[in-house]
């Protein structure tokens, strides 16, 4: 990095010349545009924490397919992500995770790490300090369950007729998250079932426990996050004893249901699309005696298998796959690189873009009614999945980043997609007029305290940087009729801004994400830049930003961390922040100019950046994500954002994004 006398020297030149910024942007734009396949879509590396790769190595003991040279190489990567704590973290530089840690030391004694060797030492050391494996969570105790390591009495009851429960019902399952639908509906038969691993090498973890399990008479204890959860505690005692006792045809019933709704849910992107799901229908298969050659089996394993990043001397699973969020995003910075005065190759881009959007266009949900439409049966399809391919759990971020792509690549050649879009955004408004990620109304905030979620991420509520997306692309459209919805919308936001004057970033690290998120979408719905609320938005960014002209942003501030700090700044932050300055009118400040000039100081020869630190969240405090693209596709985009605002005529941003 330039010392503080070069950091000023090149603010000045930005002052009056954009030539450095155009050579920076050249240089994204040519190494972003490298990494688009052949087809026209982008996809980078979407990577958890040892949760993942560690599961991956107990499915294979599970099912008795050991891998000795892929289990070596992920091996490499656990012990990696080892931290100085002893144990494993969440996230970069987090704090002591004991479920992450518990999962992390099984996998690698089960790979042939011997239990003496100093880090695992140093692990069980760290896992005993912190209550021992007893004290891990639910779906850890699963995990431990399924290798008879503690008694299914140690996972709190969830009795497969739970599936046969109406909307209604207060337990329904449509009342959960999609993403708890997916994991649960498999889950359950396992548990009806209470199988037991091959587990061909009889690796035991034992160890972990400061008490031993066949002692342990109080199992489901906590934590509670309100007087709901002892209540519910209560009543996981005493629904136990009963469930035996439930009619053999209802049970047998239930089953079938659920086979039922997970065999119209599989794809050649798996259950779900995301990893937990696709282990236990894998599970849950074995289970039931299906044979490893049945093409139901061979699909949801080959699913599984496509979450794998296989390089020379490491390997991990990855939680899902993220091409059409890649895309959408990696085609927006493109295309702001290529247009403007000084456009980086305008023609030769529109071509790759438009493969892009065609690409696009072909992964449009049209025919397939998912489990949104529980809540909104008329609705007619029309969003993008995450994944490549996850029909029944279309993602409306996704759907609103995708249509802004779309329209600005070409309106009148992807009309009919946009529109389909819009129809299916503003379907899925929620009654507070904010937007969930899945599913509408998905609020029944009291699921959250049952022991089965002690995690608290079973729902998918409305949030506030899934809902400025839907503005923005809703108010880049511009049609009149939508007014109303986009009305709505912006009044949720204002009710949700933070005291500091900044957003909560729900699905981005975090309130520089979020506070980004809803500067553009308030600049394209036409609220004033004088507004108290962005004036509030703008102070924070501003009181935020770092030494060294950047920002950052720690995932502990999920955790009641500070909001919007971090020891380092980071390109990815760096780039939200200053987009969300730009939207508002704020490109010619000094905040603004000095994140340029951080930008470019960051960037490679290769005209790239580097950061290690995770930059989104699946749940708080539960479970965190790295975009590796996000440090190539933001940065190029801020930069190209700012040299088109000081080079054009109007020196407004014209689009939601």
Known sequence: MLEESSVNETLSRHKVDVTVVEQAVRASHAALGRRQKSDGHWVFELEADATIPSEY????????????????????????????????????????DLSASVKAYFALKMIGDD????????????????????????????????????PWEAVPVMPVELMLLPRKAFFSVWNMSYWSRAVIAPLLILAAHKPLAVNPRGVRVQELFRTPPARIRKWICGPYRSVWGRVFTYLDRAIRPL?????????????????????????????????????????????LGVPDDDPRV?????????????????????????????????????????????????????????????????????????????????LRPGGWAFQYENDYYPDVDDTAVVGMLLHRIDPEENHTAIERAREWIIGMQSSNGGWGAFDIDNNLEVLNHIPFSDHGALLDPPTVDVSARCISF???????????????????????????????????????????????????????????????????????????GGWGEDCASYEGAP???????????????????????????????????????????????????????????????????????????????????????????????
Request: proline letters at 4%; aromatic letters at 10%; one cysteine or more.
């Open 115 to 150: 239990p003496e060797a100093p880090h695992m030492r140093k692990a069980r050391a760290a896992i005993l300090q912190h209550g021992g494996a007893e004290k891990s969570n639910v779906f850890t105790r699963i995990q431990l369950a399924l290798f008879g390591e503690v």
């Open 298 to 378: 061979v699909q949801a394993w080959e699913a599984v298998q496509g979450l794998l990043v296989i390089k020379d001397d490491e390997a991990y699973c990855q939680p899902c796959v993220s091409p059409v969020w890649d895309t959408g995003l990696s085609g927006l910075a493109m295309l702001e690189a290529s247009t403007g005065a000084r456009g980086v190759m305008p023609t030769e881009t529109m071509t790759a873009l438009k493969k892009a959007a065609s690409w696009l266009r072909g992964r449009q949900i049209l025919d397939v009614k998912g489990d949104w439409a529980i809540n909104t049966p008329d």
């Open 57 to 96: 190595v107990l499915l294979r003991h599970f099912l008795d397919c050991v891998d000795t040279e892929l289990e070596r190489k992920i091996a490499v990567y656990l012990r990696r992500t080892q931290a100085a704590h002893g144990g494993w973290a969440l996230y970069t530089d987090g704090r002591f």
């Open 474 to 548: 809703l108010s880049q459209l511009g049609h009149p009729e939508d007014r109303e919805v986009i009305r709505r919308g912006l009044d949720y936001i204002r009710a949700e801004q933070e005291p500091s004057g900044s957003w909560f970033g729900r699905w981005g690290t975090n309130y520089i994400y979020g506070t980004w998120s809803v500067l553009c979408a308030l600049n394209i719905a036409g609220v004033s830049h004088d507004d108290p609320m962005v004036k509030r938005a703008v102070a924070w960014l501003e009181s935020v930003q770092n030494d060294d």
């Open 243 to 287: 469930v035996p006792h439930i009619p053999r045809s209802v049970h047998e019933r239930a089953i079938r249901v659920t086979i039922d709704f997970i065999e119209k849910r599989l794809s050649g992107g798996g259950l779900g699309a995301i990893y937990p799901s696709m282990a236990n229908v894998i599970m849950m298969y074995r289970v």
């Open 563 to 657: 909001q919007g700090v971090y020891k380092t700044s980071l390109p990815t932050q760096t780039a939200w922040a200053t987009l969300g300055l730009m939207a508002v009118g704020r490109q010619d400040s000094e905040a603004v100019r000095r994140g340029m000039a951080y930008l470019m100081q960051e960037q490679d020869e290769h005209g790239e950046w580097h950061e290690a630190p995770y930059n989104a969240v699946g749940f708080p405090k539960v479970f965190y994500l790295r975009y590796h693209g996000y440090k190539q596709f933001f940065p190029l985009m801020a930069l190209s954002r700012y040299r088109n605002l000081v080079t054009g005529n109007s020196g407004q941003v014209e689009f939601g994004f």
